[in-house]
């Protein structure tokens, strides 16, 4: 692990106070221009979120580097103030979050595919023809009926979706050097896990093991027929939001996914709303009694990675048209802002910094007209790193001492 | 001690030449909107300044980093170059440099607070009744007639103000490995200097025999019968600040405290002016035979954090007025700014980031119209670490070497 020299100091500073903090993503909210017609942002007709702007601190977070397109864990570990170049996630654990697969200190977590193999064990479709979660779910059951674990290790398999699956193995001093089985190609067969360098380590043999088994149950299968296995990865062992920030906080998110990074960094999860209203009043709700509260709205990213702008401008207008319930709840700081930007001429995450707006008190003038990526450049908050914007939250609910006498 | 690579490359590449860079430290200058009124500094008719402003590169300071709110050592620690995230000052010498204690290299510093104990020994006020600052002086000279000193050990006691006091211990080998002994509560006795884990160190058993002393010789005090100590610190051993940067200092400030600051990093003191216009004739002479002057006003502070906008406003409408006295010196490179910004609405340091305007030659046009928070956001040094700013100023200066052929 790199240093989190800001981030301990941070902890150290912070107290407690009564003041409540709510932070709505709405996943991959930055957009490109889209020709002439404007970001999605700029196109959305949204006047509670401009009107908040003009009590806002806005400005642009830079989730992971200048450059670099975040994924969905990278992109809220720095919303939530972890540094994701130095709070790194494996696939695995990703993987794990992904089914609420609920990860202790001691597991080590893989992704998986099916994969179909010829008579001479070469790899000939990756995705095993992209089963279905149905067949998924009927060569998981096979698995876990047919294996036999290892002596002193539990072994885990879950259903993702389609081709797509977990393992997970819990034991006394696993570790997580064991190599990749995916080759990435076709027309080889997979490596073994427990290859040199790897043959070193107790779990690549453990592994290995657990592949030839599960082969031998597989055999008779048409599509899915064997397992590649890839992102080994211990669950991290990080200081939790809780005691790092000094902050009773809950999660509001209808995902898997972000409810899982949520729980990772200790954050309990309280609802999980999915359209704009339920995101609001969940929010609203959790305010009550929590100090901080994470609401996620996914269909901005969902629509971005679909291509589909108007789709984007109406989740946006949705969302907006929702935000009088939340604001009923006059959190002391309130935060609109993205994990990543998903433009729909993209169709995929991408590397543009995120607009953020943080309504809060001790302002300094000169606020945004509107929010948008544009208005946004220039704003109070200037462009700073996306794990530097819950300490300035904090900064303004008084949270944090003085650094120094 | 983390890293100081920024530092370290500016140092190697310093190089002399007769330029004179004047610091003009404004302390406390930010603030933030106050309602429709906008800033202090957005209020005050200054019109010396705006002309400035438009040959200046403009920007903000960041002292700590992002929503951390700076005490006034690491604040000026900035302001000289040295990050004070890597060059953090204890407590103790803190205090130290408040009274202008000739600190030396061998001692330790820690602050004292008198308190008063019960029969029992527990404490009953950890203030001692905030007696007065003569009280403090009569209650010092006793300990000071009666305490025998360890062997081999000079101790210093000084008064600072109010129940708040200074010990300094002088001698070889000692170390900062003391127990605090400030329980920061009443009802219970103050906690050895010497409990585990500081049982290992001999300078913990002096300073534990010391309090001892102390307490017999106060005991028949009504108020300040006992002391609690707590920021044990040896005085830092630094990189000093002509060498770093090949400069000849001299610092001009009528508060104690900014002229420890000041002479932490090596740089001399050459006048104690306390008004706008002394400060500014201060500075102008000492331009005359030196290649840096830090100068120092400190009332914009102290309107700040006694609420008092008016008396803030009128505190730069002073300054602003005293500026030309400083420009007839002509100095090569005049930096505006201050060490932290103090709201008249927090009453206090805050974390927002510190407006600077540089009068320098080689600048790039879009110039700002006027010196304020707002102003400043979009000017051509943006938004820097305020330890980034001396090298700035040194490379208008041309003081600065190219980096590599």
Redesign the interface.
């Known amino acids: 692990m790199q ?1 989190d ?2 981030g301990k ?2 902890s150290s ?1 912070a107290k407690v106070n009564d003041k409540r903090i709510c932070l709505l993503v709405m996943d991959g909210l930055g957009d490109c221009a889209n020709g002439s017609k404007g970001t999605a942002l700029q196109i959305a007709r949204k006047p509670n979120m401009n009107q908040l702007a003009g009590q806002s601190a806005c400005g642009l977070l830079l989730p992971v580097g200048t450059g670099i397109t975040p994924g969905s864990g990278p992109g809220h570990l720095g919303l939530f103030g972890y540094d994701p170049t130095v709070y790194v996630v494996g696939r695995g654990v990703l993987s794990a979050l992904g089914v609420e697969f609920d990860l202790q200190n001691r597991d080590v977590a893989a992704r998986l595919n099916f994969c179909t193999v010829d008579a001479q064990g070469n790899i000939t479709d990756r995705r095993a023809g992209r089963i279905s979660d149905d067949e998924n779910r009927r060569v998981i059951a096979k698995i876990r009926a047919d294996l036999k674990p290892p002596k002193g290790v539990e072994v885990f398999f879950e259903t993702e979706a389609e081709h797509r699956a977990l393992l997970v193995l819990r034991g006394d001093t696993l570790d997580d050097n064991i190599g990749e089985t995916d080759p990435q190609t076709t027309g080889v067969p997979a490596p073994r896990a427990d290859r040199p360098p790897y043959n070193q380590s107790r779990t690549a043999k453990i592994v290995a093991g657990i592949i030839d088994q599960v082969g031998k149950i597989l055999a008779d299968e048409k599509k899915a027929n064997f397992i590649l296995a890839r992102g080994f990865a211990k669950a991290p062992n990080w200081p939790l939001f809780p005691e790092r920030y000094q902050l009773k906080p809950a999660a509001v998110a209808g995902y898997p996914m972000y409810r899982g990074v949520a729980r990772l960094v200790g954050i309990p999860v309280v609802g999980q709303p999915t359209t704009a209203a339920d995101v609001c009043a969940g929010a609203a709700k959790a305010l009550a009694d929590h100090t901080f509260v994470f609401a996620h709205f996914k269909y901005t990213d969902k629509t971005g990675e679909d291509g589909d702008l108007d789709g984007k401008v109406r989740r946006i207008e949705e969302m907006d048209a929702a935000l009088p319930a939340l604001l009923a709840a006059k959190p002391d700081v309130l935060i609109i802002t993205g994990d990543h930007s998903t433009p729909p001429s993209l169709k995929a995450h991408s590397w543009h910094p995120v607009p953020v707006l943080m309504a809060a008190g ?5 606020q945004a007209p509107a929010f948008d990526e544009v208005n946004c450049r ?1 704003g ?1 908050i ?1 462009t ?1 790193p996306s794990h ?1 914007l819950l ?5 303004h609910a008084e949270k ?6």
Not at 391 to 395: D, V
Not at 400 to 405: F, T, V
Request: charged residues 20%; hydrophobic residues 40%; aromatic residues 8%.
């Open positions: 240093d020299n800001y100091l941070i500073l001790h302002l300094r003038g000169g220039g109070e200037g700073i530097h300490p300035l939250a904090m900064a944090l001492e003085k650094y120094g006498a």
